[in-house]
């Protein structure tokens, strides 16, 4: 079955460091891909996405890009900030499929 | 728009009690899921309707545990009788199909259980 794998955590960057979140996926179709962020005491919330290979999904400074050769989707920002501090979720919806799988969370925390 | 909403956001309650929590959905929104979050089993998919109906509840952890949806804009997750292992984090979500947020999950705040 469709699966999503992400880097254990949690990662512990200072402010202005560079960020990469690993993420790979196994999926049957063409899925679309998603980075959700959870900040402390909320729900999920989509951070970015990317709908089909080679799409580069891109929010609050945070990029990644759609790689269906690595099926990776790994999440990055060039200068991370004590407010990024929070956990991040990758995840799949694949074509006509109602579920999205989530990956199990990197949590990020970011030293002043 | 409110967004999703969920009632109460903290329950705290004793093993044996029945538990109910409430969901209200994005308005025009025709997908709608509950999440169970733990430290130990992380987000857990439980139950999700389309258009009020139960499409796949192969998630519900055992018969204790219940869903409805009565209307396009209310649902209940139900628990009886709660035990100390089902304190969680619950969280409903609700999504559209078409327009520009397809494929997106909006989240609610989520309601914090602790069964004592």
């Known amino acids: 079955g469709d699966s999503v794998t992400q880097m254990e955590g949690p990662v512990t960057l200072s402010e202005e460091a560079f960020l990469t979140i690993n993420c790979t996926y196994t999926?049957?179709?063409?899925?679309?891909l998603f980075w959700y962020v959870q900040y402390p005491g909320e729900g999920l919330q989509l951070l970015l996405k990317a709908t089909k290979a080679d799409d580069k999904g891109s929010n609050k400074g945070f990029e990644a890009t759609y790689r269906k050769e690595t099926t990776s989707f790994h999440l990055e920002k060039g200068s991370v900030q004590v407010s990024d501090s929070a956990v991040y979720f990758c995840?799949?919806?694949?074509?006509?499929?109602?579920?999205?799988?989530f990956g199990a969370g990197t949590r990020l925390f970011v030293k002043a | 728009d409110a967004g999703v909403i969920q009632s109460p956001r903290h329950e705290v309650t004793e093993m044996g009690q029945e538990v109910t929590l409430r969901c209200k959905p994005i308005?025009?929104?025709?997908?709608l899921f509950w999440y169970r979050q733990t430290m130990m089993r992380g987000l857990e998919l439980l139950i999700y309707?389309?258009?009020?109906?139960?499409?796949?509840d192969s998630g519900m952890p055992e018969d204790r545990f219940s869903a409805k949806m009565p209307n396009a804009s209310f649902s209940t997750l139900k628990i009886q009788p709660s035990e100390p292992r089902d304190s969680a984090v619950y969280f409903c979500a609700s999504s559209k199909t078409g327009g520009a947020s397809y494929n997106e999950q909006f989240f609610g705040p989520g309601t914090r259980l602790t069964v004592l």
């Open positions: 309707f389309n258009n009020n109906v139960p499409i796949d």
């Open positions: 995840a799949l919806k694949d074509t006509g499929g109602f579920k999205t799988i």
């Open positions: 308005s025009g929104h025709d997908y």
């Open positions: 999926a049957t179709g063409y899925p679309s």
